[in-house]
């Protein structure tokens, strides 16, 4: 196992990608596999607050919008009260799939992340964005970590799937599709949808910490919502500052797992072939899935 990386090479590539140039999070204490203490005593009132403020809209927003498992999940885990305790989380999934989470800085290059998600480890950042970034922020902080993808660790076939992506994504960076694969993470991990008999649902942790978004990509007719299908996903370019010009839709778990299974060598090299499709894209023959005719239906 090799976590060794080139930290310079991992912010000039972050430097390249964001128009800040920077990091958020304070990466001088962390060990080489960018974990650090969580340091909970130091998180003051008012950061808890700010927590407790984030919470409670986001708890109004998924209950007729996100997946059960993931509300189901979301209620055991009793964290509405201020920043939870990453250990106490740990412990809980421990018990129900196996998974802790880690304390991290902020981003970790993709190897790292990779190769925490390979151990059934879920790196969480450790701060918290400013009232003023109530309601956007350019990096993911702990309330999107935390209240966006913990709750499906819970579910025993979704964690097996972050597993997967994690060895998955160590294999892809030997075989040139790490472009690829990061589609994949992005249209399902963060932005997916599902069409549950109810309707359809989100369960990408982008979706469900964003206070816009959560309703947006269910009800708005602007976006296209296409069946999903792992080499489409895979050509599809998406937005990192705006809403998505497409979700994918999966029928549950299980599926997005069995999907998911095969070796990808071939897939990444045909895809080589391939052009890649714009955001917007709805190809001739695709159906594009109607939005859910009012909120919470
Ligand atoms: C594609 C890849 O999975 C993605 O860019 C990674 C990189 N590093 C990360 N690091 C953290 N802490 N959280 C993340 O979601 C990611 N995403
Ligand atoms: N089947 C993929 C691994 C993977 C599984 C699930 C999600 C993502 C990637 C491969 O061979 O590379
Ligand atoms: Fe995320």
Not at 133 to 160: Q, R
Not at 164 to 191: C, H, I, M
């Amino acid at each position: 196992m090799n976590t060794t990386v080139d930290q310079a090479d991992f912010f000039r590539t972050l430097e390249e990608k964001s128009d800040h140039g920077k990091l958020r999070g304070d990466y001088s204490g962390c060990d080489e596999r960018y974990v650090v203490q969580q340091d909970w005593q130091a998180y003051t009132p008012e950061q808890h607050a700010l927590w407790r403020r984030l919470y409670q809209r986001q708890a109004k927003l998924v209950p007729g919008r996100a997946c059960q498992v993931f509300l189901d999940s979301l209620a055991k885990m009793d964290a509405g009260d201020g920043i939870p305790r990453f250990d106490r989380t740990s412990e809980a999934l421990r018990r129900a799939t196996g998974w802790e989470l880690v304390a991290v800085p902020g981003l970790v290059p993709d190897q790292v992340f990779f190769e925490h998600l390979a151990n059934r480890r879920f790196p969480v950042t450790v701060w918290l964005r400013e009232p003023h970034e109530f309601d956007y922020i350019v990096e993911p902080d702990v309330f999107h970590d935390f209240f966006g993808h913990v709750p499906l660790l819970f579910n025993p076939v979704f964690a097996d799937y972050m597993q997967q992506y994690g060895k998955g994504g160590l294999k892809a960076s030997r075989l040139d599709g790490l472009p690829n694969l990061s589609r994949l993470y992005w249209y399902t991990v963060e932005f997916g949808l599902m069409h549950t008999p109810e309707g359809l649902r989100a369960y990408g942790a982008g979706i469900l910490s964003s206070g816009g978004e959560v309703e947006y990509c269910l009800s708005d007719p602007r976006p296209r919502r296409v069946a999903f299908e792992v080499e489409r996903v895979m050509r599809t370019l998406y937005k990192i500052d705006s809403f998505q010009e497409t979700y994918f839709v999966i029928r549950d778990f299980q599926q997005l797992f069995d999907e998911t299974a095969a070796d990808f060598a071939p897939l990444y090299a045909r895809l080589r072939e391939q052009e890649v499709l714009p955001a917007n894209t709805l190809l001739p023959g695709e159906t594009n899935i109607p939005p859910n005719s009012k909120s919470g239906s």
